[in-house]
């Protein structure tokens, strides 16, 4: 469908994300920038926010109706960001109507993971627009949000990373970032998507990072400290740990060992939590997350290289052999959660960085 003009495109992310995750805090990058969508969703409400994320930042598009609810969120997470992380996260929109008037368009698709849980698909040149036009200034017109110091906690209520980071069942852990452009870009995504699905063997499904015996909880997980400040508000700091410890100890015993809690079935939530896994998207840029063999990874990228001289794309890539992913968890006993992949060690970052270095060269 087409974005109408009462909605804006909003874009967040961290400033100086790349050196961040050279300096070993790729974990804290990502628990921002899911944070980034976790306030927004938690102040719509029951409005349905579409989104992308990005890994250091994402990409969402909000109504006017919701905006200056969903500013005041933010600016929070922002000072939150400054004051415990030492990160500066970035925030600007610009209305889809001004959008148009620079002759971009933009148009969203809802793609269903399971029931009640889906991710948004974009084409339509507007999203690169406002990324250049929040992050470099150019063309001027985005409104920035500036960190106020002041601004009340977000609510980032079911934002959590206890998971342990995920090893690769086949070798690498492949973070992908391409992104086609010219008036061809959408038969050029389609033959890179067509090349690619041969590639991992006719089935994107089974290059997915997650599945049921890679999925490993201990107690304390290494982000504890990092979630407890993202949850600390009126609270003393020992009486969020305390807090979050006891919530978060009993959930790793359940899902460690299958023990249901009420009417929490781990069994059930781990099935879901496979099936709700962001590893695949496309906001203007395809953005895959996928688990594959050395070999697969290295006709993947031979493949890039092809398209890049034929057809003109941009990409970039990262290798490691772990994914991260961090939780958005509204429901766990109602399948209304979702969980945000990255590769570890800064796999969407530092795919950006080479994408970028590649296009500048």
């Known amino acids: 469908v087409d ?28 628990l921002i920038g899911a944070a980034s969508i976790t306030c927004v969703l938690n102040a719509a409400d029951e409005n349905e926010i579409p989104f992308v994320f990005g890994g250091d930042g994402a990409t969402l598009l909000i109504p006017n109706h919701l905006l200056s609810a969903v500013i005041v969120e933010l600016k929070g997470l922002q000072d939150l960001a400054k004051k415990k992380f030492n990160l500066e996260l970035r925030v600007g929109y610009i209305s889809m109507k001004d959008l148009r008037a620079r002759g971009a368009d933009l ?68 973070t992908l970032l391409a992104k086609p452009k010219g008036p061809q870009a959408e038969e050029i995504l389609k033959e890179l998507l067509s090349s690619l699905k041969v590639i991992l063997n006719g089935d994107f499904l089974s290059a997915r990072p997650t599945s049921i015996p890679q999925l490993q909880w201990n107690w304390p997980p290494s982000s504890f400290h990092s979630e407890v400040k993202t949850q600390q508000q009126s609270r003393s700091y020992l009486v969020q740990c305390i807090q979050t410890g006891l919530r978060g100890f009993m959930t790793m015993l359940s899902l460690s060992f299958n023990i ?9 939530y781990k099935n879901e939590l496979i099936t709700n896994s962001d590893f695949k998207k ?20 031979k493949l890039l290289r092809h398209q890049r001289q034929k057809n003109g794309i941009a990409f970039g890539v990262h290798r490691s052999s772990k994914a991260l ?20 060690d800064g796999g969407y970052t530092l795919a950006a960085a080479q994408m970028k270095s590649a296009e500048h060269a």
């Open 107 to 174: 148009h969203l698709a809802k793609y269903e993971l399971s029931q009640g849980n889906y991710t948004a698909q974009f084409k339509g040149g507007s999203l690169v627009i406002a990324e250049d036009m929040v992050k470099k200034g150019l063309p001027a017109g985005a409104t920035i949000i500036t960190c106020s110091g002041t601004a009340a906690p977000p609510h980032l209520e079911g934002l959590s990373c206890r998971l342990m980071p995920i090893d690769s069942r086949k070798g690498v852990i492949l």
């Open 260 to 268: 249901p809690l009420g009417p929490f079935k781990p069994e059930k």
């Open 325 to 344: 992913m961090t939780c958005m968890v509204k429901s766990a006993t109602n399948n209304q959660h979702i969980h945000f992949i990255d590769g570890a």
């Open 282 to 301: 496309f906001d203007e840029t395809l953005r895959m997350v996928i688990d594959c063999t050395l070999v697969q990874a290295d006709e993947i990228e």
């Open 3 to 30: 974005v109408p003009d009462t909605w804006n495109v909003l874009i967040t992310d961290i400033r100086g994300s790349t050196q961040a995750v050279r300096d070993g805090r790729s974990k804290d990058v990502n």
